[in-house]
């Protein structure tokens, strides 16, 4: 009986680790970050590769990851321009925007035509 309880153990140890959850959450039709941010994209990243300098950062601020986060399934990792890992979903870099000033804000979305809420 001690090995079953064991095995169930570690069986519903390994089996939560695959369900990790997501580092963003849906909103409607829209990705936030945990704290309700709205999350954007930008037209000028390509391939994964994040292309929004230092000065865009101060402005978009990049979804970073946590360290130690893994990619899986359609949430990867890249790196910002400074070099940090953040977050992108489908291949897309994801940023807030520093005139977002509380959760559901979307000031942001159609900046510059470039800039669009995450979908």
């Known amino acids: 009986m001690k090995r079953i309880l064991i095995a169930m ?7 939560l680790s695959a369900f990790a959850a997501e580092p963003a959450k849906k909103m409607g039709d829209m990705w936030t970050d945990a704290k309700g941010m709205t999350l954007y994209t930008f037209d000028k990243d390509k391939d994964g590769k994040s ?10 601020p990049a979804f970073h990851a946590a360290k130690g986060a893994k990619a899986e399934g359609e949430w990867t990792l890249v ?6 890992e953040m977050w992108a979903y489908e291949g ?9 000033k509380k959760a559901g ?9 470039v800039w669009h809420v995450a979908k």
């Open 9 to 15: 153990g570690f069986l519903a140890a390994t089996s």
């Open 51 to 60: 292309n929004c300098d230092a000065k865009c950062l101060k402005n978009w």
């Open 79 to 84: 790196k910002d321009t400074a070099g940090k």
């Open 92 to 100: 897309k870099p994801l940023y807030t925007f520093a005139k977002d």
């Open 105 to 113: 804000d979307m000031n942001g979305d159609g900046v510059g035509g």
